[in-house]
């Protein structure tokens, strides 16, 4: 029972790289989220998809992209690293407004 | 003003006490409440959720809420150590299923 599955579970990156964190989820929910964990910030919400073939923004969508590419599955890219984006990154997915969470990906941006 | 806000802590009780946790928030619309426990390095996880004003009672743990005051809080009764982690309330707002989060209270439970 797998539930929201998220890789990698670390990454390093350089500044200007690129990379895209996958999140898939086994429990056929229609709503997705990314979001951000800073330390002293709580989790803040960059983007989300409410079904299939849908994205809206959060809180904090600037220097991300997302793609949801079925109803298993939402991706998040990051298309030039910053320093700035250095942290903890959560994907959730949900039903009837309860967000069942990722293991999280903690990515550096150096 | 935050949406959602909490007392950062760290909140000390000792064990088998009564440990308190509160929220408040901005969005006199807002629908639902959620308490989550995230221990450290982990991911959130549910515990509580509330819809109506009034107390939600699940095991050792009561969610309480006022929507006049828009308040809400967790009590954990007979803490143990385990129960030491930061917990975050969460607020879902009219028509979707995004949530708004507080900062969290970091809960120590003392031995």
Same mark, same amino acid.
């Given at each position: 029972n797998a539930g929201v599955t998220q890789t990698p579970k670390f990454q390093v990156l350089k500044t200007g790289q690129s990379m895209t964190l996958q999140c898939a989820q086994?429990? $056929?929910?229609?709503s997705m989220y990314w979001y951000r964990q800073d330390p002293g910030m709580g989790l803040r919400l960059i983007y989300y998809s409410a079904s299939e073939g849908t994205t809206d923004k959060g809180e904090v969508p600037n220097g991300y992209n997302v793609s949801?590419? $079925?109803?298993r599955e939402f991706s998040l890219r990051l298309e030039s690293a910053a320093p700035s984006q250095t942290s903890v990154y959560f994907c959730a997915s949900s039903e009837i407004h309860i967000q069942y969470f990722g293991a999280g990906t903690r990515l550096s941006v150096l | 003003q935050k949406e959602v806000e909490q007392n950062s802590g760290p909140l000390s009780v000792p064990e088998g006490a009564i440990a308190s946790l509160n929220c408040t928030y901005s969005?006199?619309?807002?629908?639902s409440f959620f308490w989550y426990r995230q221990y450290s390095g982990k991911s959130p996880e549910l515990i509580m959720f509330i819809y109506s004003n009034g107390d939600k009672e699940d095991g050792r743990f009561t969610a309480q809420l006022n929507k006049a005051s828009q308040y809400v809080s967790l009590l954990i009764r007979d803490s143990q150590p385990s129960d030491s982690a930061t917990y975050l309330c969460a607020v879902n707002g009219r028509g979707n299923e995004k949530l708004t989060f507080g900062t969290g209270t970091r809960l120590t439970i003392i031995p």
């Open positions: 086994d429990m $056929n929910h229609n949801r590419l $079925n109803k | 969005d006199r619309g807002s629908q």
